[in-house]
């Protein structure tokens, strides 16, 4: 069984807004670091946001601040990725990982080496 799930992808407008959710209801949960990351045709994937064990720290790549939010609910076994306002360039494959850490160089390197388990990934496609 695929230990990360993702779900919440779609096709939608500029300026409409998705919410990700991913699972992981396998794991230990509430000690992997969660990570979203995405991957646009015929570009690399690119983290794009993540949050600690706690829920405390999370990180966001700068052209997504102020319009995507990450959460997590350890009792369900989830993390979601609340995104407003999308863009077309959002468009992408969007990957969730979990990851066991420590990070070696912070949770904003967001380095995918790092990361133990990741998902199938969920399609969203913004259009102008």
């Known amino acids: 069984q695929v230990p990360v799930v993702e779900s919440g992808g779609g096709s939608v407008q500029a300026g409409d807004s998705l919410r990700l959710s991913c699972t992981a209801s396998?794991?230990?949960?509430?000690?992997?670091?969660m990570g979203w990351f995405r991957q646009a045709p015929g570009q690399e994937r690119e983290g794009v946001s993540c949050?600690?064990?706690?829920?405390?720290?999370?990180y966001y790549k700068d052209s997504v601040k102020g319009r995507f939010t990450i959460s997590r609910d350890n009792a369900k076994k989830v993390v979601y990725l609340q995104m407003n306002n999308l863009k077309p360039e959002d468009t992408a494959m969007y990957y969730c990982?979990?990851?066991?850490?420590?990070?070696?160089?912070?949770?904003?390197?967001?380095?995918?080496?790092?990361?133990?388990?990741w998902g199938q990934g969920t399609q969203v496609t913004v259009s102008s």
């Open positions: 990982a979990a990851a066991k850490g420590p990070m070696s160089h912070g949770i904003e390197r967001m380095m995918e080496e790092e990361y133990d388990y």
């Open positions: 396998e794991l230990n949960f509430e000690h992997f670091i």
């Open positions: 949050i600690t064990w706690s829920g405390i720290n999370t």
